[in-house]
């Protein structure tokens, strides 16, 4: 009886420990269960996941990066690939091959209703800049501007002279003097310069979250396609509204940006058809009277050197006679001097007094 009652007591403490065990294992499976169902409504109720990388980010700068984008309207996510995964397939995501190749190592998840290129622009611009560390390299000029440092005299004046930056002591602490550029673009971080902006709070090296890859309506969007070159678009698309408005304007198309255009030359043209058929308004009057003049002078200048027309109007000849003028053969001037001055007929006088009144 007392073996039977042992036996009973043994088996009994074996499940106690065997239930004990399997505790922790059972809240980690509902854990995992709850995590899992919060992916799926946040897949159903955003249209964009972004999967992005946090490998090498320090966590106060990350920090930084996610809150901006949680600004942005992101909904920031620290989950198991795993877990990630898991929810896909239980929604049925299409195209899950092609995307499960970025669920690994430490990543981030962005859920949004932005398309894929305005995330991905958006992780591009959100970046915070840590203190630089020794072998750095900076990416940008770094200079120091005149002021107080809040570093008080004492053994960090030598590390000031080390580097070649004016100081002076005034109220207590050290000033920088003027303006000082301690690192080019491309240049690699000192040690003891390393040290001393991190005493003065500068922070020089950018830090941003790498997008692996962006998820949307089945497709996925690689870094590579999401790139865009916004300023160049933007110059095409000035010059693709220059070479429209050019071809709208000579087709005559009757569009509201371009009738001015269309108003002016219509204009233009029909007062240059008034001027050649000599149509009197009060709009080509002044240009038909003169164009009239114009005809009428260079007709009688014409008419001057062959017939006497009694208006007075000296011929324009020329100053001087060229060079080749002077070498004319005497036999040439003695021909030319037999030949009888030819007279004017009606018949060109009428034409000219035709041309002249239109």
Not at 68 to 90: D, P, T
Not at 126 to 154: C, H, M, N, Q
């Amino acid at each position: 009886m007392r073996a039977k009652t042992r036996a009973e007591l043994e088996k009994l403490t074996k499940q106690s420990r065997f239930e004990e065990r399997r505790a922790p294992l059972r809240e980690s499976v509902k854990r995992k269960a709850v995590v899992v169902e919060e992916i799926k409504s946040l897949l159903k109720q955003y249209r964009t996941m972004a999967i992005v990388s946090v490998e090498g980010i320090p966590t106060k700068e990350s920090r930084r990066v996610y809150d901006k984008l949680h600004s942005l309207g992101c909904v920031v996510k620290l989950y198991k690939n795993s877990l990630v995964l898991r929810a896909l397939r239980e929604v049925d995501a299409e195209n899950l091959d092609s995307l499960a190749k970025y669920l690994t190592g430490p990543n981030v998840y962005l859920f949004t209703n932005l398309n894929p290129f305005e995330l991905a622009k958006v992780i591009e611009e959100s970046v915070e800049y840590r203190y630089a560390k020794p072998g750095d390299t900076v990416a940008f000029d770094v200079e120091l501007g005149p002021g107080p440092t809040d570093i008080k005299p004492g053994p960090s004046m030598s590390l000031f002279g080390k580097l070649k930056i004016p100081i002076q002591v005034r109220e207590g602490q050290i000033w920088i003097a003027k303006d000082v550029k301690v690192l080019k673009a491309g240049d690699t971080v000192s040690a003891e310069l390393a040290s001393l902006l991190k005493k003065l709070g500068v922070a020089v090296i950018p830090v941003k979250a790498r997008l692996k890859a962006v998820y949307e309506g089945g497709l996925v969007y690689t870094p590579e396609v999401l790139k865009i070159d916004y300023e160049s678009i933007r110059k095409s698309f000035i010059e693709a509204m220059s070479y429209s408005k050019v071809l709208a304007v000579e087709l005559a198309l009757p569009l509201p940006e371009v009738v001015p255009e269309l108003l002016i030359r219509a204009f233009r043209v029909s007062v240059e058809v008034a001027l050649r058929a000599g149509y009197l308004t009060a709009d080509t009057a002044p240009a038909v009277i003169s164009r009239a003049v114009g005809v009428a002078l260079a007709l009688a200048s014409a008419l001057a050197g062959k017939v006497d027309l009694g208006l007075g109007i000296a011929v324009a000849t020329p100053a001087t006679l060229s060079v080749s003028e002077e070498r004319v053969s005497k036999k040439q001037e003695r021909e030319e001097e037999g030949k009888e001055k030819e007279e004017v007929t009606e018949e060109e006088i009428a034409e000219g007094i035709s041309a002249l009144f239109g």
